[in-house]
Structure formats: C-alpha cells, structure tokens
C-alpha cells in the first residue's frame, strides 16, 4: 500500500485544486520557503483527523481554509483526499483504491469521507490503524520532533514504539473488551438483584 496522491482544494496555500502524485519509492518535495511543503504535511495530517488548530501550525481550525492572497478572494471550504493503493488489499474494504477526504466548511460544518461516502472520523480510523495510519500515528516526523522524543521520558518513547510497532491498537481494542466486560458485569450484577427482588 502507498500513497498514491493527495488532492487539494482551499486548504492554507492550495487555494486552486491541485493534485499532487506520489510514486512508489522515496519522494523529496523541494520549493521555496514559505511555496507550501509543510502545508502539504499539514494537509496529510489534517485528512487522518488532526484536531489541534496548534498542531497545524493555526490558531483555530478554520485558519485552514485559504484565507486569501494578493488578487485571489479567501474560499469557504477547504477539502484535502488522500488516495492511497490498495491493490494489494492491506486495507479492509473491497476497493483496490482508497479516497479518504476531509471538508471544513467556514460555517463550521465538517465532514469526512470514504470513497465520496460520508462516514465518522472513527471510522477511518479503524480502517487505517491496521497499515500504521492514523491522528496518533508516529509517521509524520516533523521539524524539531527528533528533538522531542531524544526528550521524551521512558513511557512516552515506549509508548511511540507501541505505536510504530502495531502493539497500540491492540492494547486500545484490550481497553475497550476491558470496558465492555466492565458494562457486562455491572448488567448481570443488576439482574440479579432484580432477580432477588422478584424471587
Ligand atoms: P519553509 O521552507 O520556510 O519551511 P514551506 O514550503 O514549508 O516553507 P509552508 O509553511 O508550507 O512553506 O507555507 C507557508 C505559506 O502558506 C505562507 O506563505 C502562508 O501565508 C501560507 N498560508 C498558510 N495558511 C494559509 C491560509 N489559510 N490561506 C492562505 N495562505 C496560507
């Protein structure tokens, strides 16, 4: 599985829709400062269900619809796709080519989909922890993260390691068998007392 290109419309500098392919094998993007590099890594990480205005390098989140430049008006939607190649079927669904699209709109409305399908931010992210993907994901590696983590206290770097190495989602499916066990206990608990109630 790669990724095969992202698309983009409104979001920070791409204020025209703009394609841009990647081919399999390693990939430099080159420009100059301030042409919109980072606000590619930005627009990979927005897509994948990034919540922190600060993350992407914004003060709140619609600081990332276009906001206008010398001789072009601002836009009302910012809309990045990532598609990625699933011909080799490491995603769970039945299409050889996966589109996963976010939409800001200005009013505040947002929506994410799949293939052109709405669905919920959870559930793309179920789709993509299983190839590594995802909002906690430690695939992007950005300006000045190296850093981070040589500081990073044991749990945090070995929580990273669990995360890269396909443990995280484990422990987080373990977490949530854990709770519904919980549920399911504290349920049969409550028969019960109605069961003894009535007997
Ligand atoms: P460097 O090499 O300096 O790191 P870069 O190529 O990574 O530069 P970016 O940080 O991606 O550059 O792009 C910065 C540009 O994006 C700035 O010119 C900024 O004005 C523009 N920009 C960011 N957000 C928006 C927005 N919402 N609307 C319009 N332009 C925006």
Not at 38 to 64: H, I, P
Not at 169 to 176: L, Q, V
């Amino acid at each position: 599985m790669h990724l095969k290109r992202v698309e983009l419309y409104g979001f920070k500098s791409f204020a025209e829709r703009t394609t841009i392919e990647f081919r399999p094998g390693i990939v430099a993007v080159v420009g100059p400062n301030g042409s919109g590099k980072s606000n590619l890594v930005d627009a990979v990480r927005w897509v994948l269900g990034e919540q922190s205005a600060q993350r992407l390098r914004g003060g709140k989140m619609d600081d990332v619809i276009f906001s206008g430049s010398e001789g072009r008006r601002p836009v009302n939607v910012a809309e990045v796709s990532l598609v990625l190649d699933n011909a080799g079927g490491e995603l769970a669904v039945d299409y050889a080519e996966v589109a996963v699209t976010r939409r800001l709109f200005r009013t505040g409305e947002s929506e994410y989909l799949l293939n052109g399908t709405p669905v919920r931010l959870k559930d793309i992210e179920a789709l993509l922890v299983d190839v590594g993907l995802g909002r906690e994901a430690a695939f992007i590696i950005g300006q000045g993260e190296i850093d981070a983590v040589l500081s990073q206290r044991p749990e945090e770097r070995r929580a990273l390691f669990e995360t890269v190495a396909g443990i995280a989602k484990y422990k987080a499916r373990r977490k949530e068998a854990e709770r519904k066990l919980e549920e399911t206990a504290h349920n049969l608990a409550r028969v019960e007392d109605v069961y003894e109630a009535l007997a």
